[in-house]
């Protein structure tokens, strides 16, 4: 991260900072209703990015309450006093139920101890509940103000001085119950905590052939139940949205009747505590257990995961997308008028944007509504897109179409956590499709060796939290194997082709479409899905595998940094995977809280290394005991890890020490996260059914012919869509030297780290999410796939 870094590359960039200053101006922050891991890293981002646009920023400590109270609830912060709290679980600023501020009295009091303050500007991260509380307050906001001139309280002057009260958003919510946003701060860390239980649970079952029924969170919302089941591969799952039809109980029986049959040592059944039949009765695990042991007599057990769901340290999904959320909730308020609505900053595809508050409280009161009048296909309908892979959570029948066509399943490159998970669903989906899945071990090189077999619905069963690649994964290309490659296909009548991988898969189904006019054989629909520690795709924003990397990532540098704890003041300097790109080193940094990131596509010379000494050194004389440098393992070929180690180590003598780590194959091993779970299980679906409609269309003369450009393509996330585009014409996109693609939207970022870091920078507000309306992204809108 050089301390002096260059102004963006775009020449259109309409607004700086210097358009945004918040001189003069005072934010207020706090958190409400029930807490969620993450909501301390938008407290943070908050407050610096606050602070950084020169604006005074104030703590409100237990929520509506403190703000009520007043005195020493409200607090001005600093820069130091968010320091270290990115890693910690529920809120350090507190949060509290408040009857009060439902009154008009407790709205009056809490009128009068902002406006003491000077505090216009309010940034509420809670629930549904307390953005509507947040709103009412804004509404009422010139009625209270007359009120304190008539009591004496304020004078006219300062109601004038202080005549608007601004309100952004932003949604705590482990239950991502919330309508206008993909997800919500806390959700990705709870499917953690979920994830945890289920996969320690599952090695529990397989030794007595048990059957577990575990209850989640989700009163109102099933998606912590039914993304869970999706990650763990459940047998059963019970959603408040979407109530069995009447005579679940026989059909769950004879599903886990058939599991055992077929010699799976374990059942586990996954429902909401919300969970209702089509008569609105409670589904509760009690009563599933009771059902299972009288009518099948199988050792069943109950776990019920309550509040462990809520704690522990945020991921670093929730830790990424809190501080983004954080900064842009402090450009909102910048830019806030007197006119402008209230409003949430959300998060669409991977980008942020503000929808209009009372918007989306609307359409999540709708859902409620629907529930409580039975109209559960509305339910369905308002709640969104999470809901339309249902199929994969629960399979309560095998009826399957039927087709003559063979379509072949391999993974290329190295492996990455998810593989197996995306494996697993193109298998599944396939067979539900009506056709032969083959799986293809180690790559190209299994190709050409004929390592081909069938692969059917039981050979993937338990794959989802399997890392690394069951099937076997290796770098060779296909170029030198053509021959061999197009006879394989050819012996086994391959009608299509699904390659998951990293840039070698790219490469390769490359090498694959240009080889069509010498080989018929590859004229069938192909298609590759990115997975790759590295994210270092052309044409997809996300690879599978990079959020269980990340997540290694931020887990060793809080560990590394505690080991610190109660020694000197002390620099680890972190190398991290990734080649050329540097994704890994600039994301996992931002959600670590590092002070510096060296990447290949930012240059540094030894002028920026000597200022980022200097930074750091400033840093460290005040109450700040830690530093964090990450390092992306090709970044300079001359500033080594060694180097940059022996230059912070020499230049901080006197005021810190210095150690460094090598982090290696570590980001690649481990269990797959629940994003790279659930997002390879999407994505594989979508590319097979991709592969389904291709095949139709190209199926003539009693064969599939497929030899045009969009018939060999990459399904990737782009913006806020997945997107099927040709690999030709993704050549330009590439820096094939590298491995790399030219443009890679997460450099955005990197002025954010910065900030976060305290470094002066300029900052590309351009692209900044403008005030949308939330029927832009309603569910109906089926062409746009959410990244989870």
């Not at 964090?628 to 070929?637: A, I, M």
Request: glycine content about 10%; aromatic content about 8%; overall charge neutral.
């Amino acid at each position: 991260m050089a301390a002096t870094a260059a102004a963006p590359k775009r020449q259109d960039t309409k607004k700086f900072f210097e358009n945004l200053s918040g001189s003069g101006k005072s934010i207020a922050v706090l958190t409400s209703g029930g807490d969620a891991q993450g909501m301390n890293a938008a407290v943070r981002a908050v407050v610096r990015m606050g602070i950084y646009v020169g604006a005074k920023v104030y703590f409100i400590h237990e929520g509506y309450q403190g703000m009520v109270d007043g005195g020493d609830n409200i607090k001005e912060a600093t820069w130091e006093s968010v320091s270290s709290m990115l890693q910690v679980g529920g809120t350090v600023i507190g949060s509290a139920r408040c009857k009060e501020f439902r009154t008009h009295e407790g709205r009056l009091k809490a009128a009068l101890n902002l406006v003491q303050r000077s505090i216009t500007n309010l940034c509420v991260i809670g629930g549904d509940g307390s953005l509507t509380g947040a709103n009412l307050f804004r509404e009422e906001w010139s009625e209270l103000l007359s009120e304190l001139v008539q009591q004496g309280s304020i004078s006219e002057e300062a109601a004038r001085t202080h005549s608007s009260l601004h309100i952004v958003g932003m949604v705590g919510s482990i239950d991502n119950d919330f309508c206008g946003t993909d997800m919500t701060i806390g959700t990705d860390s709870a499917l953690h905590r979920i994830i945890e239980v289920v996969d320690a649970i599952m090695t529990t079952a397989q030794s007595h052939q048990r059957t577990f029924v575990l209850e989640v969170m989700g009163r109102h919302c099933g998606y912590l139940a039914l993304v869970s089941a999706l990650a763990c591969g459940a047998d059963w799952v019970f959603i408040p949205e979407m109530p069995p039809e009447d005579g679940w109980e026989d059909s769950m029986c004879q599903k886990l009747s058939e599991n055992r049959a077929d010699k799976k040592r374990l059942n586990i059944i996954i429902v909401a505590e919300g969970a209702i039949d089509s008569h609105n009765k409670a589904i509760t695990p009690d009563y599933i257990k009771d059902l299972v042991v009288r009518c099948l007599g199988f050792d069943t057990r109950v776990t019920i995961l309550g509040h462990v769901q809520r704690g522990g340290t945020p991921s670093a999904f929730d830790r990424i997308l809190a501080s983004r959320m954080g900064v842009e909730a402090v450009l909102a308020l910048l830019e806030a008028s007197p006119t402008t609505p209230a409003c949430v900053v959300s998060l669409v595809g991977n980008q942020a944007v503000r929808l209009p508050l009372m918007e989306c409280v609307q359409m999540t009161q709708e859902v409620q509504k629907a529930m409580d009048e039975k109209k559960f296909e509305d339910a369905v309908r308002l709640r969104g897109r999470y809901i339309s892979f249902f199929c994969f959570a629960v399979v309560t029948s095998e009826i399957f179409h039927f087709s003559n066509f063979n379509v072949a399943v391999l993974n290329v490159g190295a492996p990455a956590a998810g593989m197996n998970a995306a494996v697993r669903s193109a298998v599944r989906v396939g067979i539900t499709e009506g056709h032969k899945m083959f799986a293809v071990s180690d790559g190209f090189e299994g190709f050409y060796k004929g390592q081909i077999k069938e692969i059917k619905w039981g050979d993937v069963g338990g794959w989802t939290g399997q890392g690394g690649s069951l099937l076997g994964t290796k770098r060779t290309l296909p170029g030198k194997h053509l021959e061999k490659i197009a006879e394989q296909m050819r012996i086994h009548n391959i009608n299509a082709l699904l390659v998951i991988g990293g840039f070698e898969a790219y490469v390769g189904l490359l090498e694959l479409s240009a080889a069509r006019d010498k080989y018929s054989e590859f004229c069938v629909p192909m298609v590759m899905v990115p997975a790759t520690v590295s994210n270092n795709i052309p044409g997809s924003d996300l690879s599978i595998g990079s959020d269980t990397a990340l997540n290694a990532i931020t887990d060793t540098c809080d560990r590394i940094k505690q080991s610190a704890s109660g020694t000197k003041r002390r620099v680890f300097i972190i190398e991290t995977m990734g080649g050329y790109c540097g994704y890994l080193a600039t994301v996992g940094g931002l959600a670590a809280g590092a002070d510096a990131v060296y990447i290949y596509e930012e240059p540094f010379d030894i002028r920026d290394l000597q200022a980022n000494v200097e930074h750091l050194t400033q840093k460290m004389k005040t109450s700040i005991q830690r530093g964090l440098v990450l390092r992306n393992e090709s970044c300079n070929e001359n500033f080594t890890t060694d180097f940059i180690y022996q230059l912070y180590s020499e230049e901080g003598h006197g005021v810190f020490d210095c150690r460094k780590n090598i982090l290696g194959h570590m980001q690649q091993g481990g269990a797959p996260s629940p994003f790279d779970r659930n997002f390879g299980t999407k994505v594989a679906a979508k590319a097979i059914q991709w592969i389904s409609q291709t095949l139709k269309e190209s199926y003539k003369g009693g064969r599939v012919f497929a030899n045009s450009e969009d018939t060999a393509c990459l399904l990737g996330m782009r913006r806020r869509a997945m997107v099927f585009q040709p690999v030709s014409q993704l050549r330009d996109e590439t820096d094939f030297v590298h491995r790399i693609p030219k443009e890679q939207w997460w450099l955005k970022l990197r002025p954010l780290m910065k900030i976060l870091a305290k470094y002066k920078t300029s900052y590309d507000v351009s692209d900044a999410g403008q005030l949308e309306h939330v029927t832009r992204i309603r569910p109906k809108d089926t062409k746009t796939t959410s990244a989870i």
